[in-house]
């Protein structure tokens, strides 16, 4: 099947078999390497992309289902300042371990604050729930909620 869609700003066409699903497409087809193979289940979030600016499991969604829809990975957001506000708070607050599952938490937390849903660290603790199995989750809840406390200017 034909499929077309917007890849980091870019435009792609592609014959996709039905059952390829868009982590394989985005990894093995058209290498692009932040996007993570974890759990395969849709549970744990390595696979986080943006679709249309929402986060959304790549793994277990088929790449037919993304037919003309605009997908962001952390590539396609190099230079933007809100995701250069997030890299630099995870490097100043050590909330970067292995980095395997840091693409797709700063996926995630760069749509819930763009789009106004974190605004402080209560918020983080609701809207991110993808899964890293190196840390405490403290100091990336920290480095997110000090971005949002950057960009809507709240107290924690």
Sequence with gaps: MKVKFILNGKPVELDVDPRETLIDTLRLRLKVKS?????????CGSCTVLINGNPVISCILLTIQINGAEITTVEGLVGDILLEKLAKNFIDNGAIQCG??????????????KQGKIKKSEDVKEYVNNLCRCTGYVK?????????DEVWGHER
């Excluded at 996007?35 to 549970?43: F, L, P």
């Excluded at 990336?140 to 949002?148: C, D, G, P, Q, R």
């Design 35 to 43: 996007v993570k193979r974890g759990c395969e289940r849709g549970e």
């Design 100 to 113: 395997f599952c840091t693409p797709g938490i700063l996926l995630t937390a760069y749509a819930g604050i």
């Design 140 to 148: 990336i809840i920290e480095a997110i909620a000090k971005t949002a």
